[in-house]
């Protein structure tokens, strides 16, 4: 990562690179202080895996890098709030913080949705930064959408 370039800035370039490739426009990058552990995209179709969410990947790489089965005091940026399944793989590898860009009101666990960190059977809760490059997020998921629809 150079100094120019933000977590946020390297997550929504690879959510662009997803689109550009027929996947939903989610990128995400766990970070351990100032080092870039992990940098994914959504990669479902390419998969063949419903569970390949850009979140999932980068905490997998992580792990891998990390070889702790934990990723505490560590960050995770993301273009997207993300879902229950993501959450749940947040909470459980113990991520310190996580700064999402858009809301995602229809399936959303964060913010919206079940607030999963909120309920108390939640046994981690990280902290929550939401709105970060939402408005260039935003974009790039009503753009990716609305060429669906026309299709």
Known sequence: MT?????????LALAEEAAAHGEAPV???VMEGDVVLAAERNR???LNDPTSHAEM???????????TGRLDGCDL???????AMCAGAIA?????RVYFAAEDIK????????????????????EVIGGIGASRSEA????????LRSD
């Open 92 to 96: 459980h590898v113990r991520l310190r």
């Open 3 to 11: 100094a120019s370039r933000s977590p946020m800035d390297l997550a």
């Open 107 to 126: 399936a959303g666990a964060v913010e919206n949705g079940v607030r999963l960190f909120e309920q108390p059977t939640c046994h981690h809760h990280p």
């Open 44 to 46: 479902m179709k390419a």
């Open 77 to 83: 940026y993301v273009t997207l709030e993300p879902c």
């Open 140 to 147: 790039l998921l009503r753009d990716f959408f609305r060429g």
């Open 57 to 67: 990947l980068a905490i997998r790489v992580a792990l891998a890098k990390r070889g």
């Open 27 to 29: 990128g995400a990058v």
